[in-house]
C-alpha cells in the first residue's frame, strides 16, 4: 500500500509559478513510476506528467511541455511539479499517482495509487 499526500497548491496570477509537492509513504518509492494528473471543473482527469523511476526521462502533456517540469527525490520519497507560466486553463485539481513497472502511462487506469489532489488557480 502506497500513500500520496499532495501539497503545494493554490492561487496564482498568469504568468506565475508554483510547485506542487507530492510525498509517498510506505516502501519501495524508487521502484513507481510517478505521474501527475489533473482535473477542471467538468472535464475528465487527463495526463499531465510521468517520471521514471530514475527521474529520467520524463514525459510531459503537449499542454504542458516547455511550462512544466516534474522531478523526484527519491532519497525524500517526493515527486514535484515545477509549473511556470501558468494559464487560466491550467486550473485544476491536481493529483499525483503512483503505478508498477516502468511504462510512463499517460492512462489514469494504469496508476494503482492516488493522492486526494491539491487545488490550483489561475486568475487571469
Known amino acids: 500500500q502506497v500513500q500520496l499526500v499532495e501539497s503545494g497548491g493554490g492561487l496564482v496570477q498568469a504568468g506565475g509559478s508554483l510547485r506542487l509537492s507530492c510525498v509517498a509513504s510506505?516502501?519501495?518509492?524508487?521502484?513507481?513510476?510517478m505521474g501527475w494528473f489533473r482535473q477542471a471543473p467538468g472535464k475528465e482527469r487527463e495526463f499531465v506528467a510521468a517520471?521514471?523511476?530514475?527521474?529520467?526521462?520524463?514525459r510531459y502533456a503537449d499542454s504542458v511541455k516547455g511550462r512544466f517540469t516534474s522531478s523526484r527525490d527519491n532519497a525524500k520519497n517526493t515527486v514535484y511539479l515545477q509549473m511556470s507560466s501558468l494559464k487560466p486553463e491550467d486550473t485544476a485539481v491536481y493529483y499525483c499517482?503512483?503505478?508498477?513497472?516502468?511504462?510512463?502511462?499517460?492512462?489514469?487506469?494504469?496508476?494503482?495509487?492516488w493522492g486526494q489532489g491539491t487545488q490550483v488557480t489561475v486568475s487571469s
Open positions: 499517482a503512483s503505478r508498477f513497472g516502468t511504462i510512463l502511462s499517460a492512462y489514469e487506469n494504469e496508476y494503482n495509487f
Open positions: 510506505g516502501r519501495a518509492f524508487s521502484s513507481y513510476v
Open positions: 517520471n521514471s523511476r530514475n527521474d529520467e526521462p520524463t
